[in-house]
């Protein structure tokens, strides 16, 4: 069965300082990976998402996120927070078939919010 | 415009009263999913389909029914509502391999 942990339930940055949100997934074949945000009272909004290729991956709004294999992991990163950054972020993991081919079951982490300070 | 709508947005309602919450999404996605969003559990996947008549479960399909005769629409039936079936429901369609795109969620209340 696949999981993704988000460590961090809440983080406070200042505008203009680095980001970065820490997602670790298990799953037992190759991932398909994506990073979401929800603004309070909204749905959410697709960031980025990996499927192949290159480990670095750039999304909207400037956001990027780094596939680790050895290390499970794929973690978000923004190099200067804006206030209207402020959200709910959530990481989130694919499952895949044996072609390698995504068959739409999705598991979400449980969120990390992000709060900035002016 | 390219969407996933779902109604109602708001729904309160007394326990068993059966309901069903629609979904209909216009960009011919194959595939489609329900999820409830519930405060520290993140988002929970319900019922996922690959396409039409194609459904499975997720994490946590007890207490809820899904069908998918048409591809646009994806309805969700609450058979017999709970109060542990209050929560904030998304349904989210996508093609293969692609990132969901997501509705904007119907607050369900369940007295």
Redesign the interface.
């Known amino acids: 069965a696949q999981s993704v942990t988000q460590p961090d339930i809440h983080i406070t940055v200042s505008e203009g300082a680095s980001l970065e949100l820490r997602c670790n997934y298990s799953y037992g074949a190759t991932p398909?990976l994506?990073w979401?945000v929800q603004s309070p009272g909204?749905?959410?909004?697709?960031l980025l998402?990996y499927?192949s290729g290159d480990t670095l991956v750039q999304g909207i709004k400037g956001f990027e996120a780094e596939f680790k294999r050895s290390q499970s992991s794929f973690n978000l990163r923004k190099p200067s927070v804006h206030w209207s950054d402020a959200a709910e972020y959530?990481c989130?993991v694919g499952a895949s078939n044996a072609g390698g081919?995504?068959?739409?079951?999705?598991?979400?982490?449980?969120?990390t919010i992000l709060t900035v300070h002016p | 415009e390219a969407q996933v709508t779902q109604n109602p947005r708001y729904l309160i309602t007394v326990t068993g009263k059966k309901l069903t919450v629609t979904c209909s999404q216009n960009m011919n996605h194959e595939?489609?999913?329900w999820?409830r969003q519930d405060p520290?559990?993140?988002?929970?996947?319900i019922y996922?389909?690959?396409n039409v008549e194609v459904t499975?479960k997720?994490?946590v399909p007890e207490g809820y029914k899904v069908s998918r005769k048409e591809k646009r629409n994806f309805p969700l039936i609450l058979e017999s509502p709970s109060p542990n079936q209050t929560s904030l429901y998304?349904c989210?369609s996508?093609r293969?391999?692609?990132?969901?795109?997501?509705?904007?969620?119907t607050r369900l209340t369940v007295v």
Do not use: H, I
Request: aromatic share 24%; net charge positive.
């Open positions: 398909y994506f979401y909204q749905g959410l909004q697709l998402k499927f959530f989130a081919t995504s068959y739409g079951k999705l598991t979400f982490g449980q969120g | 595939y489609m999913s999820y520290g559990l993140g988002l929970r996947q996922y389909s690959m499975d997720g994490d998304f989210a996508s293969p391999g692609r990132g969901y795109t997501f509705g904007s969620g």
